[in-house]
């Protein structure tokens, strides 16, 4: 009987979870993927989507329950993309299942030490849970199309399934989560929800609803807080806009004057942030007409020499010729093809040259062997990330959602900031959601969702003393987390050499844009920029030529999620070798690594809301203003129940219906325009058809009834702002669940607590540093 060592995920695919999977094989997990007799229909229709989801893993064929269970008898974590709503096994043999009682088509029964994930498109309890999903149907319930698009045209999918490796992310959190209890009790079931996973990455998509009562417009191709957006280029297009700060704001000024292109920029008023978002358009405009005489490579390049945050727009086949992807080894060659790598490198800096696709039952030997897996004692019921403590430097999206994440499972996080430079969500007026005065630091509806459940130190590391005082904190973290430009620690006296001699045990997970090595490791960047660098904005529009680009923070959220999965994924290599580690999380590699098969297929041009396959794929207008409804067909029959459903029967005998998409486009959307979008989606889905309507922040908080029902929006009490709505957690542990336990602190409210308590201060030293401006 073998021990084990390197934990063992078996996995049933599915487009939910075989992203997870890919990740689980990125930070050296052993991921068996259980397929039929004979192998996954995937390998037929789509070899190559099938080589990059599943290189690297290995295969065992199985004919039945009974085979399935001894594959799980010596596995750790099961990925479990089934949907086919059987409700005849509990996980791991325990009584906190779903509240329904079910957990899926896979009978654990009596394997108590399973950590079982099951991911399907809208969870497992509520009135639409047995609701077919794709990527369109569930981006769509899910909020996500209803923020990308022209304001006067249909809402726009983000291509290369963004909400499947949304689900796919999180699910593989929700794993190493899962294993990281168990190390204290039974495994667990856990209940990942796609549609969840995406509403809980909209940025201020249902934030502007929940705070100040209003429903943004699809934004076009600006950013509708920052002011960035997408800017034609002599060549193609460039990702930027006018910075974050005066010193972005007069770099640019001073390059127009330079050339001569400042139009009436000079004038004073033109100095104040308000004035200029404002009268955006016009600032806009005599900026536009400057870049349209570049080529985007080189603008990008200048505008990077002066430290401003642009990026070139490039497709993915381009992205082998970026020199900072290629300095840092981020390609993978799978089956002797360069494709796109893993969003960090892990363990210890360690890059995945290389790997195969395993044939069909390759590993069948699996089946026979005797697997000790290790169960915890004691039935502790916590929150996964309870004792772990984690110092938050970051700031804005990026770096605070990754430590959301880890606080709402338990992490005690500590958010260090200060008075004369706290995080710029708190004071910056573009970003500032609520119903009052956007002067108050403690009111932005913005900074309170993404810092819930931490505490907050006010520290000027500025000063000598304030390092200190981070030193003496960091002695004592098992986590720091930065988003900084890569030489700002250093600058600090606290590169990772540093660290490791304070706590040699300590996770560091730095998240600048680039990296902290290559040749652009000091390049500004935003998340629209990033996005620009990664392919995935290239990829966001309606064909050749006609890029809308994603003017929302999904590159942010996309980094914050891997850098939470990165920070689980050390923690557990620690608890495995007693190594702490430095995790140099690129966000243009996170982001990347969500491109799907992109690179492998050669992907150019965008393709707006179609398919490569299916057809037919699209949005449709609905009755009323602006409703839409997505839907997908997969198959012929599940287009013959849709020309059922519309009246058309006469269309389910079309041949090539991609070629006749106009007239498959008009009969759907003639029938659409007459109906209520939910009204339209419930016919749809009576008959097994995926679709559903385009959801709004406003719409998913009053009326999408499967989110209700998983009580995903709670009410909590802040002490300045009062009560209001958060965003929940998509995943869902039913052992040691996460919460949202308190609100997000007043700016510096926890100082004296957390030096007290962390560093052991005494009130003389706290009085000191109060009075050298350490503390503010």
Not at 146 to 165: R, S
Not at 215 to 228: I, S, T
Not at 256 to 265: K, N, P, T
Not at 656 to 677: M, Y
């Amino acid at each position: 009987m073998s021990t084990a060592a390197t934990p063992r995920v078996v996995e049933l695919t599915s487009p939910f979870t075989r992203f997870a999977g890919r990740l689980l094989v990125g930070i050296g997990y052993e991921v068996v993927l259980a397929e039929p007799p004979g192998g996954d229909p995937g390998r037929g229709e789509d070899p190559v989507g099938f080589a990059h989801w599943h290189a690297g893993k290995r295969s065992v064929t199985v004919s039945g329950p009974e085979e399935v269970r001894r594959l799980l008898a010596g596995a750790d974590i099961l990925l479990d993309g089934t949907t086919d709503g059987t409700t005849d096994g509990t996980t791991g043999g325990t009584s906190d299942d779903t509240s329904d009682g079910t957990s899926g088509g896979v009978d654990t029964t009596g394997l108590d030490h399973l950590v079982h994930v099951r991911v399907t498109p809208f969870g497992l309890v509520g009135p639409r849970s047995d609701w077919q999903g794709t990527d369109l149907v569930v981006a769509a319930l899910g909020g996500m199309l209803a923020q990308v698009g022209d304001p006067d045209g249909p809402p726009l999918h983000l291509p290369e399934n963004q909400a499947e490796h949304l689900a796919g992310v999180n699910a593989a959190i929700a794993a190493l989560l899962g294993l990281r209890a168990r190390r204290r009790g039974p495994g667990q079931l856990v209940d990942v929800s796609a549609q969840a996973c995406v509403a809980a990455a909209l940025e201020a998509g249902t934030l502007a609803y929940l705070h100040e009562d209003r429903v943004p417009p699809r934004p076009g191709r600006v950013h509708p807080l920052v002011p960035h957006g997408l800017f034609r280029a002599a060549d193609g297009h460039l990702g930027g806009g006018l910075g974050g700060s005066p010193r972005m704001w007069d770099a640019l000024l001073d390059w127009l004057c330079e050339q001569g292109a400042q139009a009436d920029l000079t004038e004073p008023r033109w100095q104040d942030p308000v004035e200029r978002k404002k009268h955006q358009e016009h600032v806009f405009k005599v900026v536009q007409d400057f870049v349209s005489t570049w080529p985007k490579a080189e603008f990008a390049e200048r505008a990077q020499d002066r430290k401003l945050p642009w990026a070139a727009v490039d497709v993915p086949a381009e992205l082998p010729d970026n020199p900072q992807l290629v300095a840092r080894g981020f390609f993978t060659e799978v089956d002797g093809r360069t494709d796109l790598g893993f969003p960090f490198a892990f363990p210890e800096g360690h890059r995945i040259r290389s790997l195969g696709t395993p044939a069909p039952g390759q590993d069948q030997a699996l089946l026979a062997e005797e697997r000790q897996v290790p169960v915890g004692e004691g039935d502790f019921g916590g929150p996964a990330l309870d004792g772990v403590r984690v110092l938050d430097l970051t700031w804005v999206l990026a770096g605070p959602y990754c430590t959301k994440v880890l606080a709402d499972h338990g992490a005690d996080v500590i958010k260090v900031e200060s008075a004369g430079r706290p995080d710029p969500t708190r004071f910056a007026p573009f970003m500032h959601l609520s119903r009052g005065p956007h002067t108050d630091p403690n009111t932005n509806g913005y900074f309170n969702e993404v810092n819930r459940n931490k505490r907050g130190i006010a520290l000027d590391t500025r000063t000598d003393d304030g390092v200190a005082v981070l030193r003496d904190l960091i002695a004592s973290a098992d986590v720091l987390v930065e988003n900084f430009s890569a030489s700002v620690m250093t600058r600090l006296g606290l590169g990772y050499d540093t660290l490791r001699e304070i706590n040699p045990r300590l996770v560091y997970v730095s998240m600048s844009g680039m990296g902290h090595t290559g040749p652009r490791a000091g390049w500004v960047s935003y998340a629209d920029t990033v996005s620009a660098s990664s392919g995935l904005t290239g990829l966001t529009g309606w064909g050749p030529g006609d890029v809308v680009g994603v003017i929302y923070g999904h590159g942010d959220i996309v980094a914050g999620l891997q850098a939470a999965l990165a920070t689980v994924a050390a923690l557990e290599h620690r608890e495995r070798t007693g190594h702490g580690q430095h995790v140099d999380l690129s966000q243009l590699e996170a982001i990347a690594a969500h491109m799907g098969t992109s690179l492998l297929t050669g992907a150019r041009s965008p393709i707006g809301n179609a398919h490569p396959v299916w057809s037919p794929q699209g949005v449709y207008r609905c009755l009323g203003a602006d409703n839409w409804l997505a839907l997908s067909v997969r198959s012929d029959d599940e287009w013959a129940a849709l020309c059922g459903v519309i009246g058309r029967p006469d269309l389910a005998a079309t041949a090539d219906r991609k070629r006749h998409s106009g007239l498959v486009d008009e009969a759907i959307g003639a029938w659409t325009r007459t109906l209520p979008a939910d009204l339209a989606a419930e016919l749809l889905q009576e008959r097994g058809v995926p679709a559903g309507a385009v959801r709004d922040g406003r719409q998913l908080v009053e009326h999408d009834p499967q989110l209700r029902a998983r009580g995903f929006y709670v009410r909590a009490e802040h002490p300045a702002a009062g009560a209001f709505l958060h965003e929940g957690l998509p995943i869902r542990l039913t052992r040691t669940p996460g919460s949202i336990r308190t609100p997000a602190p007043l700016l510096g409210a926890d100082t004296e607590e957390v030096l007290r308590e962390v560093a052991g201060y005494s009130p003389e030293r706290l009085a000191h540093l109060y009075d050298t401006g350490a503390l503010r």
